[in-house]
């Protein structure tokens, strides 16, 4: 038996057309390699944007959330739509690496009984986030479904555009939810659009505890 990780497994023949295709093109693509010239080297603050119908904005900035918080970096969580007193899986592990995270909404907009209500949450939380980013104690801030308060124009975008740009030039802010303005999207430095190709709900699979909350 040969246990040489190295060594080529037996394969069907429409793996082992993929595979030497794959190689091909893979060595191809290191020879041609080369590194990109005029890139920045040191700390410089992102504006980051997770948008897109498909699942996992918020579990991307999540994800980002614990690499910042392994590197040192003080982060800090504000939920646009969760209520305060939730306690998803993410709200218990931020609870256990002391990492702080604010509830600002009432749920689910389209759950709303008083969408008045809701817009002043929405505005009220961005007057506590606002102050986070202004207060230069953090370097990672997520503004977790903050696209919808643009959206309803619950909060001025002149007045986060204007934040945004005056902040912290060492400040990372990542913004998550659908929709995200045009205008947000062309300030940001890094947009990703998540786009659903399949999803467990719609086979008729209800949300799984640790994989939707």
């Known amino acids: 038996m040969n246990d040489d990780p190295r060594t080529t497994p037996a394969l069907d023949e429409a793996t082992r057309t993929r595979r030497e295709q794959a190689m091909q ?80 909404g009432d749920g689910f907009t389209w759950r709303s009984r008083d969408l008045e209500n809701s817009a002043a949450m929405a505005l009220h939380g961005w007057s506590l986030a606002r102050a986070a980013i202004e207060s230069g104690e953090h370097d990672l801030i997520v503004l977790d479904e903050f696209t919808y308060a643009l959206k309803y124009g619950w909060v001025p975008w002149p007045e986060v555009e204007a934040v945004l740009r005056a902040r912290d030039p060492r400040l990372h802010v990542v913004i998550t939810g659908r929709d995200a303005l045009p205008e947000l999207v062309a300030l940001a430095d890094t947009v990703s659009e998540i786009q659903p190709v399949k999803h467990a709900y719609e086979a008729g699979i209800g949300a799984q505890t640790g994989v939707e909350y």
């Open 25 to 104: 093109e893979l060595s191809a693509s290191r020879d041609a390699h080369q590194k990109k010239e005029g890139v920045t080297k040191g700390r410089r603050g992102l504006v980051i944007v997770n948008t897109g119908k498909g699942k996992g904005k918020t579990t991307a900035a999540l994800g980002l959330m614990m690499r910042a918080h392994g590197r040192g970096l003080r982060v800090r969580m504000f939920q646009f739509l969760k209520h305060e007193n939730a306690k998803f899986g993410e709200h218990r592990t931020l609870d256990t690496l002391a990492i702080p995270y604010e509830g600002l």
